[in-house]
């Protein structure tokens, strides 16, 4: 999960100056490390000797931070400013790693989760905001490039697991990695000027107080909620579905689990194409019609070749998922946009803390395989609140 982009017009050219390049980066680094958890959890599984739930607590406690720092994260930023924001996130992000990296039990590789989500969500907070003010008029295409390479970080997060392990290096050299590049990366941040934000104009409803988001809102709201859940739950348990039920080597299963991070890559850097024929709220329906049949022949494939056909559909279906909606949500909401998009950072954070969780709860009473057949359900779920979302903003 990356932040969306604000507007859904095409992309123009810009001018990627060293400011643009450390967000870029910034953000990268967040996802390298928010969606590494996946790939790692079937070693903490059987190193610690875990259930799928006890397990599950790991993405659960970065789902925890990232909900402490949408409540609390703004009040730092406009205290602190953006340049020392990002650095403490980064560096929070870092230490995080390296807890779960020296972790003798359990409770120490959960606390560094959550400490990598509630401090890492600084990056989160700035870069979106950052881009926006640095590029102006061609801050959709700033935040676009920026999702896409996260993507590309994400799928660096799966190949390295399963490199490093095939060579002997074991699933924590790629921690390391992403802990030498988010140093690397604080280096690079010296001397780079970040514009302090603008002072927001104090209106009638900020803070919840006296406004009130429309009901079309909250049906996109929903959506976001169901489309995330999917999205992270695929994350968090591809390679175990892949290793436990399909017999693939973990190893392996790492790096075939990049498949949907691929897609999600490519699904996201085709979005301008994508949008420029037909309306986000078809785009959105035809997501789900992709996602729908992928996901059942990643499921149900008989061969490797097929379920990684399979997974790399499921991520490309997935793949505009979140921001198309959050976009539209914000839209909808009219003059309270910030009010809208911190509801909309609560959605992500409840869906990563509850479903994955769910789904490894699950698997534990009835099989991964069955756990995993659910996910369809929050698809269709979705589907039917954009449509309640759309009839209500027709209203």
């Given amino acids: 999960m990356t932040a969306p982009s604000s507007t859904l017009s095409a992309p123009a050219p810009i001018r990627r100056d060293r400011l643009t390049w450390a967000a870029y980066l910034a953000l990268a680094q967040f996802t390298f490390f928010l969606n590494i958890q996946g790939n790692i959890i079937p070693f903490l599984k059987d190193e610690f000797d875990l259930s799928y739930r006890v397990v599950t607590l790991h993405p659960a406690a970065v789902a925890a931070g990232l909900i402490v720092s949408g409540l609390i994260g703004e009040r730092l930023t406009r205290k602190h ?218 499921w149900g494939a008989p061969s490797l070749t097929l379920a990684v056909i399979g997974l790399f559909a499921v991520g490309l279906g997935c793949a505009l998922q979140y921001p198309l909606t959050l976009t539209k949500a914000i839209v909808t909401a009219g003059p309270f946009g910030e009010l809208a998009t911190a509801r909309g950072s609560l959605a992500s954070g409840l869906s990563i803390l509850i479903i994955p969780w769910a789904i490894g709860a699950l698997a534990d009473r009835i099989g991964l395989s069955a756990a995993i057949s659910m996910l369809p359900l929050f698809t269709v779920a979705a589907v039917v609140f954009l449509f309640a979302g759309e009839r209500a903003v027709r209203r």
């Avoid at 959960?110 to 990056?123: E, K, S, T």
């Avoid at 420029?276 to 959105?284: F, N, Q």
């Fill in 81 to 298: 400013g953006r340049l020392w924001s990002v650095v403490v996130g980064l560096a929070g992000m870092a230490i995080g790693a390296l807890a779960i990296i020296v972790a003798p039990h359990p409770v120490v590789s959960i606390l560094g989760c959550f400490l990598m989500g509630a401090v890492g969500c600084l990056v989160l907070i700035i870069v979106p905001n950052l881009l926006a003010d640095w590029h102006g008029a061609n801050s959709s295409v700033a935040i676009g490039e920026a999702n896409g390479i996260s993507y590309v970080a994400s799928l660096t997060a799966a190949m390295a697991v399963g490199l490093f392990v095939a060579i002997g290096f074991g699933w924590r050299a790629a921690l390391l990695l992403g802990v030498v590049l988010a140093g690397l990366l604080l280096v690079f941040l010296r001397g780079v000027p970040m514009p302090a934000a603008a002072t927001p104009a104090v209106t009638a409803g900020e803070g919840g107080r006296g406004g009130r988001l429309p009901m079309a809102y909250w049906f996109y709201w929903l959506a976001i909620i169901a489309f995330v859940g999917v999205e992270q739950s695929v994350l968090v348990w591809a390679t175990e579905f892949l290793a436990r039920v399909k017999g693939v080597p973990v190893a392996s299963a790492a790096i075939t689990a990049g498949a949907f991070s691929f897609g999600m890559l490519v699904g996201r850097l085709s979005s301008a194409f994508v949008l420029t024929r037909m309306t986000a709220a078809r785009a959105l329906y035809l997501s789900a019609i992709v996602t729908l049949p992928a996901f059942f022949l990643f």
